[in-house]
């Protein structure tokens, strides 16, 4: 059902740096923020933008807000009392106080995991909580902020403004839209797209000038990889889940093969946030990081956790349905099935606390899904597990998993 497009991408070799300018270095240039943007364009955009998670990525967090009554409650009044802004909040989130210096942010050793699937909400790293003043301008601001100044690493306004995405605006442009980047007027070429998004979603990349892992003064229209460089070698994008693969496999495609019928935005739209457009695309390998190369094209799940600040999707459909088909004693029942499937869905994250020297007491209070009776919750379930099974069967999906993650 698939073609193999590979060829495509690898006949051509292009160097990613040799088209283009940057403003690598520079200061920040003045740019518009977006409530000035959003003066003119508060009808069509300002409903969706408050709730974008572009915007969101750093934002208040009230004293009376319902997740500070639990960080009180953890981390003591003291520490609790001093957490301004939420980073993240949807799979993970990482908590923020404001620095004396201007632009700065102190980022708190604490991080929170969503609940998810029955599970509650998670502290992490909760035991001797501090304030780091360096990391957050070191290691995050360039993709949570906006401007960052190369000199000093002070952002110029918080969380994700227009400009990280559309540029320096031309006033004229309400005229002429087609001077605006990303409008549907403007023709920008694949790369330059790319260029755009991978500042930010290009994992694991590093800005040569500065030796950050986000990109140095970067502007819409700019060339990123003269600058920014980032492995999209064969090995390396092996090593990824799915989630982060996808999206260093269409860089590569772009920026090293010369491909321009893919980009981003091909399949998401921003201010939607949506990825409706990629279901009437036509089938390309890319597709195959996330569904099966044959049968049905649904999703069976999308597994997702997060990992060292990372999104993922822990397994693509493939393995887990391997997992979940893993032979038991004899002819799997629907309770086998619904035991491993069920262990598809731990993250590598909650899996790597496990020690299989624990009492069984230890594992029930790891895993939180046993009942009173010792039994383990499980909807359509013929018969009870007990402890014993579970540990049994978990050894087994662990060994295979890591099978997998060695690939
Ligand atoms: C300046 C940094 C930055 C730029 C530029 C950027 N992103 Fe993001 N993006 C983020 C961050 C940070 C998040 C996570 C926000 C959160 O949940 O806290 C995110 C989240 C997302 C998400 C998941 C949330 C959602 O809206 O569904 C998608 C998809 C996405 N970005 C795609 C893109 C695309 C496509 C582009 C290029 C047009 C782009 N981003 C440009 C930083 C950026
Ligand atoms: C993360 C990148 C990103 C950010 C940040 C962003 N935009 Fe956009 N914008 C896009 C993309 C991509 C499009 C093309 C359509 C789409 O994907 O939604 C777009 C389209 C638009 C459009 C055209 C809408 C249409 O109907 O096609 C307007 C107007 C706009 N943006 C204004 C803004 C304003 C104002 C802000 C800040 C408040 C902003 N954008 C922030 C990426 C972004
Ligand atoms: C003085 C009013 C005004 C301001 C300020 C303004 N715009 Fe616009 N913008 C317009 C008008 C008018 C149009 C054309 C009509 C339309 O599409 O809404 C337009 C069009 C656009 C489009 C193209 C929409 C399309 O249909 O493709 C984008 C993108 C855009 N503006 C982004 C921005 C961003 C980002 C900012 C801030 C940096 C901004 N605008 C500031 C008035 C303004
Ligand atoms: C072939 C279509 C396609 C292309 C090309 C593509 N994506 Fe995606 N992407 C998707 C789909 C589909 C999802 C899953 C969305 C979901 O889970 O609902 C996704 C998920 C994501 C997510 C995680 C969203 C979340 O909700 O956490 C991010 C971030 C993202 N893509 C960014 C990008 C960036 C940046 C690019 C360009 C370099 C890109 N994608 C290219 C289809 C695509
Ligand atoms: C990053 C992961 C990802 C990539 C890459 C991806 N998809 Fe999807 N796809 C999803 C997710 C998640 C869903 C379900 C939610 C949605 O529609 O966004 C989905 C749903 C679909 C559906 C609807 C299936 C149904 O039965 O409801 C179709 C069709 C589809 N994708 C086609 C494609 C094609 C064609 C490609 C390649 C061009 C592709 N997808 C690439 C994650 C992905
Ligand atoms: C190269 C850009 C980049 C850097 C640097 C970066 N992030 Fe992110 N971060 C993202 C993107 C893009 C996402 C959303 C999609 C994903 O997970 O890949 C994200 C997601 C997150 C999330 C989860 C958001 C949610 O709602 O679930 C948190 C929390 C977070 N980052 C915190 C941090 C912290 C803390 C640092 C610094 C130690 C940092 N990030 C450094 C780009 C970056």
């Keep these: 059902m698939f073609s193999l497009l590979a060829a495509t991408g690898q006949d051509q070799k292009l160097d990613p740096a040799a088209w283009g300018s940057d403003h690598v270095g520079k200061p920040v240039p003045e740019y518009l923020t977006g409530d000035e943007c959003l003066f003119c364009h508060r009808v069509n955009l300002g409903t969706g ?23 009180k409650r953890q981390l003591g009044d003291k520490v609790a009392s001093e957490i301004k802004v939420e980073l993240g909040g949807r799979l993970l989130s990482r908590f923020l106080k404001p620095d004396q210096a201007y632009g700065k942010m102190d980022l708190l050793s604490v991080a929170r995991k969503s609940g998810s699937a029955g599970k509650p909400a998670e502290l992490l790293h909760k035991d001797q909580p501090h304030w780091d003043t360096a990391q957050f301008a070191e290691s995050c601001a360039g993709c949570h902020a906006t401007g960052i100044e190369p000199s000093t690493k002070a952002f110029s306004s918080p969380s ?16 002429d839209t087609s001077l605006v980047f990303l409008s549907r ?7 330059e797209v790319i260029s755009i998004c991978a500042q930010c979603h290009a994992r694991g990349g590093r800005s040569r000038a500065s030796g950050l892992p986000y990109a ?20 390396a994008l092996s090593k990824l889940d799915p989630g982060n693969r996808h999206i260093l496999e269409n860089i590569r495609d772009v920026v090293v093969g010369g491909k321009e019928d893919l980009t981003c935005l091909t399949c998401h739209q921003i201010h939607k946030q949506s990825t409706l457009p990629h279901r009437r695309l036509v089938k390309s390998d890319i ?17 997702r956790g997060p990992q060292q600040n990372v999104w993922v999707l822990t397994m693509n459909a493939e393995q887990q349905r391997a997992l979940e088909q893993l032979p038991g004693d004899g002819p799997p029942d629907e309770t086998d099935i619904g035991l491993r499937a069920y262990l598809t869905r ?3 994250e909650h899996l790597a606390k496990y020690d299989p020297n624990w009492t069984d007491e230890q594992v ?14 499980l909807v359509c379930c013929e018969r009870d597990i007990d402890v014993e099974e579970f540990r049994r069967v978990l050894a087994i999906h662990l060994a295979e998993r890591r099978k997998l993650a060695a690939h």
């Design 49 to 71: 933008w408050g709730s974008n998670h572009h915007n969101m990525t750093m934002h208040a967090l009230e004293p009376d807000a319902s997740i500070m009554a639990e960080l």
């Design 346 to 348: 731990l993250s590598d």
């Design 216 to 235: 140095n003064n970067f502007v819409a229209g700019d060339n990123l990889f003269r600058d920014f460089q980032v492995d999209l070698s064969p090995e």
């Design 287 to 303: 597709c195959l990081d996330c569904h099966n190369a044959t049968g049905s094209m649904k999703v069976r799940k999308t597994l």
């Design 160 to 175: 994700l403004d227009c400009y990280t995405c559309h540029g320096l605006v031309d006033p004229k442009h309400s005229k």
């Design 185 to 191: 007027k403007h023709k920008e070429t694949a790369r």
């Design 364 to 377: 029930m209070e790891w895993d939180g899904q046993f009942r009173e009776d010792g039994n383990l919750m």
